[in-house]
């Protein structure tokens, strides 16, 4: 009955919308640096929040996850060792997925079409096979049932993708 959203703006604000009173409430702030185009999934009753852009360029690669029940944030594992922004992400199966974006690597961005998992009860992200696309950043992932999908975005310059492509958790990308 509830839905969450945050960050953004390089913030680290945290809201809860309740559907049957169509009120929005304050919840704990992210106790992290505020961030734009950040990455989230929710697995069972808890929300993940990670990677970004802060307001002075950096990209970053922490993970956090809320406690909806405790109104809490535990960090997590880093994804990868680069900083990350504007990634597609969903869940389904008890595990969480990241894929494309641009990463901050040697100085540079580069864009992306990798394919992470997160793993909540190791608390580990393990590097899935790269995706058979176009890499990119902006796109677009959700989950229906037990499969996933990315797609969309852009290169970065002139680009733009109308692609989707659904995983399933054979890691099988088609």
């Known amino acids: 009955n509830f839905g969450y959203m945050g960050t953004g703006d390089y913030l ?22 505020g961030r734009s185009l950040a990455s989230s999934f929710v697995i069972g009753s808890n929300g993940y929040v990670g990677c970004g852009l802060t307001s002075n360029g950096n ?15 535990t960090q997590k594992a ?8 504007a990634a597609s992400s969903f869940a389904f199966g008890g595990m969480g997925y990241i894929a ?7 100085s540079q961005q580069l864009l992306t079409n990798d394919l992470w998992e997160y793993d909540p009860n190791s608390n580990t ?7 058979p696309s176009y890499k990119r950043r902006g796109g677009i992932g959700f989950s229906i049932g037990s499969k996933g999908y990315v797609g969309f975005g852009f290169d970065g310059g002139i680009g733009t993708y109308e692609d989707l492509w659904e995983f399933t958790k054979s890691c099988d990308v088609s």
């Open 125 to 131: 992200w393990n590097q899935l096979d790269t995706l």
């Open 59 to 73: 990209y970053l690669n922490d993970f956090w996850e809320y406690n909806s029940t405790n109104n809490t944030w």
């Open 100 to 106: 494309l974006g641009s990463i901050w690597k040697n």
């Open 12 to 33: 680290n604000d945290f809201w809860k919308y309740d559907q049957n009173t169509n009120v929005w409430s304050v919840c704990s702030s992210l106790p992290s640096v």
């Open 78 to 85: 880093n994804i990868d060792i680069y900083g990350r922004r």
